[in-house]
């Protein structure tokens, strides 16, 4: 792999149509969850259904919405995630991450807590994917920012946070991601 | 003549003391009798069945069709009424009871609210055309109802015969009071009367006292056998309501669905979500990104 801009752009380009396609199905995926009550039963990260052996949930149930808001808000956030990810042409290797924290986080939350029977939802993975950006971006910058993702967390955990929607948001899911993303950034900067 | 005036005298002064003898004899006798009585038994019972279906009531088939419970569900918890109390049980200790009880309960995403209804609610043998009034006045989907069955005994043991001194019976614990407690809570759905889980709980205990204080003890071990028989059934109860929200939707037992979406219930379900000053941030950071390359 080249370490020069010129190479790293084209690294970038190279991965942006598996990107586009990525991003397509998962919003094709988040907007059917939404108008489908049968798409969404489908790809709800769900116990019992999981334990039947249903896999795909593990990555599925990320891109799985209960509202508009709720989609609309993730899907604004993941936009803006890829945009800083294209322009430190780091895209495609943020995708591979993502696949891989998908059903890292998956399992932490059905870990983390056994009364949860279903979570759908892609904040968490994004609170990893910010989380995989910053440690990969190094240096004050990437320490700022995620001091700034740890002080985030320290006030959602206070009594009395406000939480804007009207569906119980599951906040260990953004601990858990945002701690999966460091983990994984970590790893992949040492291989 | 003296000899045949000194016979009646002489039987007289025979008589007197056997007389005596007898008299205290019986005396003491009634004494042990009143503290040994050679064992007692007696029960204390509420029976959810006499509650439900009276004698009398006409046999009513249960519906066809799978109840249909919405959750978060709102319950009523109670104890099934009963023509006697269990000895040493006071109307407090029996709130004391419910609160446990209603703890259990609460514990649970899928119960909204709780409520204990007062005994004087139910009558005996209302059935349910009882729970139905108060299901309405409380805006109740389910209730849960304890129901119980006592049984105290009282034996003496070879040392008894102490008692007939009167000393033994204030001091040698020869009385052997034995309670047995068996305690059960239903929940039934309103609408469909479909019974929906149980959870049993039992103890049995015993403790030996002096004659004199066999009522007392009695009291105390029936109390403290209640208590016991309630916290045996409380975890029973936890995992049985859990098992029923878990299953009962897959066994086809009843079609749990959410109350306030009316979708089919998912347990303890939530999302993740950023919210709109999250956003901004991000939309800052991508904003300095860009300026910093322009530079």
Same mark, same amino acid.
């Given at each position: 792999m080249g370490t020069g801009p010129a190479a790293g752009r084209t690294g970038a380009d190279a991965g942006l149509a598996p990107a586009l396609i990525v991003a397509s199905t998962s919003i094709a995926l988040a907007l059917a969850s939404l108008w489908w009550p049968g798409a969404f039963d489908l790809l709800v990260l769900e116990r019992g259904q999981l334990a039947r052996g249903q896999l795909w949930r593990l990555w599925s149930g990320h891109l799985a919405h209960i509202d508009a808001p709720h989609a609309a808000l993730n899907l604004a956030g993941a936009g803006l995630l890829a945009l800083i990810a294209r322009r430190r042409h780091e895209l495609d290797a943020l995708l591979r991450a993502s696949a891989l924290m998908m059903p890292l986080l998956s399992v932490a939350l059905l870990f983390l807590m056994p009364s949860q029977q279903a979570y759908a939802g892609l904040s968490g993975l994004l609170h990893g994917c910010a989380a995989w950006l910053l440690i990969r971006r190094g240096g004050w910058i990437g320490a700022a920012g995620l001091l700034l993702i740890a002080l985030k967390l320290l006030l959602e955990s206070l009594p009395g946070y406000p939480v804007q929607h009207g569906f119980p948001v599951v906040l260990e899911a953004h601990r858990a991601g945002a701690l999966i993303g460091l983990l994984v950034g970590l790893f992949r900067k040492r291989g | 003549m003296n000899d045949m005036e000194s016979a009646p005298h002489h039987a007289r002064t025979r008589i007197l003391p056997l007389a005596l003898l007898m008299i205290a004899m019986a005396l003491l006798g009634g004494c042990a009798g009143v503290l040994s009585s050679y064992g007692d038994r007696s029960g204390h019972s509420s029976s959810v069945v006499d509650f439900l279906y009276p004698k009398?009531?006409?046999?009513?088939?249960? +519906? /066809? @069709?799978?109840?249909?419970? /919405?959750? =978060?569900?709102?319950?009523?918890?109670?104890?099934? =009424?009963?023509? #006697?109390?269990?000895?040493?049980?006071?109307?407090?200790?029996?709130?004391?009871?419910?609160?446990?009880?209603? %703890?259990?309960?609460? +514990?649970?995403?899928?119960?909204?609210?709780? +409520?204990?209804?007062?005994?004087?609610?139910?009558?005996?043998? @209302?059935?349910?055309?009882?729970? +139905?009034?108060?299901?309405?006045? %409380?805006?109740?989907?389910?209730?849960?109802?304890? #129901?119980?069955?006592?049984?105290?005994?009282?034996?003496?043991? @070879?040392?008894?015969?102490?008692?007939? &001194?009167?000393? @033994?019976?204030?001091?040698? /614990?020869?009385?052997?009071?034995?309670?047995?407690? $068996?305690?059960?809570?239903?929940?039934?759905?309103?609408?469909? %009367?479909?019974?929906?889980?149980?959870? /049993?709980?039992?103890?049995?205990?015993?403790?030996? *006292? &002096?004659?004199?204080?066999?009522?007392?003890?009695?009291?105390?071990?029936?109390?403290?056998? $209640?208590?016991?028989?309630?916290?045996?059934?409380?975890?029973?109860?936890? *995992?049985?309501?859990r098992e029923f929200a878990m299953r009962a939707g897959e066994d086809g037992r009843a079609e749990l669905y959410d109350r306030r979406s009316g979708d089919a219930w998912r347990g303890k379900s939530g999302g993740g979500s950023i919210g709109t000053w999250e956003l901004a941030l991000l939309l800052g950071a991508l904003a300095l990104m860009l300026a910093s390359r322009r530079r």
């Open positions: - | 009398g009531t006409p046999f009513e088939p249960v +519906e /066809p @069709g799978t109840p249909r419970i /919405p959750l =978060p569900a709102r319950v009523g918890l109670m104890f099934v =009424p009963s023509s #006697s109390s269990p000895p040493g049980l006071t109307v407090a200790n029996r709130e004391q009871l419910l609160e446990k009880v209603r %703890h259990a309960f609460r +514990e649970q995403d899928f119960i909204e609210r709780i +409520e204990i209804v007062p005994d004087s609610y139910l009558r005996r043998g @209302g059935g349910f055309d009882n729970l +139905e009034q108060i299901a309405r006045m %409380h805006g109740l989907d389910l209730v849960a109802l304890v #129901s119980y069955d006592q049984i105290s005994q009282r034996n003496e043991t @070879g040392a008894s015969f102490l008692y007939w &001194t009167i000393i @033994g019976a204030y001091t040698i /614990p020869a009385t052997r009071n034995q309670v047995s407690t $068996f305690v059960e809570t239903t929940v039934f759905d309103i609408r469909s %009367h479909a019974l929906l889980l149980r959870a /049993p709980g039992q103890d049995q205990r015993d403790l030996q *006292s &002096t004659g004199v204080r066999s009522d007392e003890r009695r009291e105390t071990l029936a109390r403290a056998s $209640f208590n016991a028989a309630v916290d045996d059934m409380i975890p029973k109860l936890d *995992s049985a309501i």
